[in-house]
């Protein structure tokens, strides 16, 4: 039975004054991070006594009305929304989760993958846990629960059994913990307002609410805030740094900053590199709305050839749509992109996609466009071809990779274009401004910083260095 993930989510906390009320403050944070996961949200709020929770399957609007924010009292709070997939959608999977302990109520949200959980659950298993979800949440807070000392004291020796990537927010009832994994996988970031202070998965998040941005949490570093202040201390020390490349491509919002590169900016410095590695005699250049047009912009400005908008993206059809017909599921396509004729018609097009993940989206996206009149279409993808499964919070298998079945030409002639191209990993490093070594490219090039038995995942060129 194949595992299931925790998957990529967003996580947010806050830490405010006595007298402000955080629960419209976590909605609007939760609502910046919707982007990094629609399946479900939650938020728990402290009010220095109690500890209130409420959570749903649903987007954030959907699970949090005015009475319901009304209800939930305090001055701290931890919110959480998680990523869609289809055999993990559980409604006792929602997040946080808040427990009795010994040290009091304690809420606690998650966002990554953890390689040793399968032995975690086993020895939890062994000395007597129930478990009541399939996420790895469950069981950092049933270690958590089994630790002596203080709660600062039990996350620290917590944090130290878990193998793989976790970003954490922790909420008591008189302070905020966050915890990063010691390979910086999944991004946790810190920003202040004048009445507290708060913790997100982006600064985006920060800035909506007014919050300046103080730092990101580093590899293996707690930070926590209580009355007197902020405090940081580093349990762990930090392995080969390992963020994930692809919050670049396609995770975060453009107009996050990580690791001191804005996204936006990345993404058209991503355009212009595939421009560079493969220039091609076009007329315009579109993009696969909507993560796929900061790279077109980049890639139009570096060529000289016009950005147009060809597509159009239906934002009030929902996530998905599904029918009982073939017929019905292609006019699906068709409500959620609608192409523009006259800009279509006749032209030879470029369209820059994020990425080609399972080949399904893409062939669609290149049917549409020469049904509507395309005289040729022009693939490319804003990434190295995705051929190796993510171990640490991106809900893949192999066998749903096209890349990893397929060679370039294959795939081509999978998705009906005239011609395909995807970026170099090069490339992808040399846009995103950082050094190689600081970044988990694994499901390029296979190089697994950290390798277990998680999922499905094989030493690919240079996992010989994984830890």
């Known amino acids: 039975m194949k595992r299931k993930l925790n998957e990529e989510c967003g996580v947010f906390g806050i830490y405010c004054q006595d007298h402000v009320a955080v629960a ?8 910046a991070l919707q982007h990094r996961g629609q399946e479900s949200s939650g938020m728990a709020v402290s009010d220095g006594t109690q500890l209130r929770l409420h959570k749903g399957s649903d987007l954030v609007p959907k699970v949090f009305s005015d009475e319901i924010l009304e209800e939930l009292k305090g001055h701290a709070a931890i919110g959480h929304v998680r990523y869609s997939t ?7 999977n929602a997040q946080p989760l808040a427990v009795d302990s010994a ?3 304690v809420a606690l949200a998650h966002n990554g993958n953890l390689v040793n ?12 846990a129930v478990f009541n979800t399939t996420t790895d949440t469950e069981l950092i807070v049933h270690l958590m629960a089994q630790q002596g000392g203080s709660l600062e004291d039990a996350l620290v020796k917590t944090a130290q059994k878990l193998t793989g ?50 730092r990101e949490i580093e590899p293996g570093e707690m930070v926590i805030i209580e ?10 020390e930090e392995k080969r740094e390992a963020f994930c490349a692809f919050e670049y491509v396609y995770f975060a919002r453009p107009d996050s900053n990580l690791l001191g590169q804005n996204v936006h900016q990345v993404r058209k410095r991503i355009g212009a590199a595939l421009w560079h590695e493969a220039p091609v005699d076009a007329d315009i250049v579109i993009a696969a709305p909507d993560s796929g047009t900061p790279a077109a912009m980049g890639f139009a400005e570096a060529s000289g050839l016009p950005f147009e908008i060809g597509l159009l993206k239906n934002r009030y059809i929902g996530r ?9 599921r292609e006019l699906g396509v068709r409500i959620k992109l609608n192409p523009i004729e006259a800009v279509i018609k006749d032209q030879r097009i470029v369209i820059i996609d994020d990425s080609i993940v399972r080949g399904t989206t893409s062939a669609k996206i290149v049917r549409l466009l020469k049904e509507t009149g395309a005289k040729e279409v022009h693939m490319y993808a804003a990434c190295p071809p995705y051929r190796y499964p993510c171990c640490y919070g991106i809900d893949t298998s192999k066998e749903d990779l096209v890349a990893a079945k397929y060679d370039l030409e294959e795939i081509r002639r999978l998705i009906g274009a005239d011609t ?9 490093v040399g846009a995103i401004g950082l050094p190689k070594e600081r970044l988990c490219l694994a499901c390029f090039n296979g190089d697994y910083p950290l390798v277990g038995a998680c999922c499905d995942c094989e030493k690919g060129e240079g996992a010989e260095n994984g830890q």
């Open 117 to 128: 959980s399968a032995e975690l659950r086993q020895q939890l298993a062994r000395s007597g």
């Open 320 to 328: 998905t749509f599904s029918g009982p017909s073939r017929e019905l």
């Open 420 to 428: 395909l191209r995807f970026l170099s990993v090069e490339g992808l």
């Open 103 to 105: 040290f009091g109520q």
């Open 227 to 236: 009355q007197g202040g902020v405090r940081f201390r580093r349990y762990a």
């Open 24 to 31: 419209p403050l976590t909605y609007l944070g939760l609502f």
């Open 165 to 214: 990537a976790f970003a954490l927010v922790v909420l008591a009832k008189d302070k905020l913990i966050g915890v990063r994994d010691p390979f910086g996988f999944r991004p946790l970031v810190l920003g202040a307002r004048l009445d507290g202070y708060i913790l997100a998965s982006e600064s985006c998040a920060l800035t909506n609410l007014g919050a300046e941005v103080i």
């Open 86 to 92: 289809s055999d993990t959608n559980l409604p006792e």
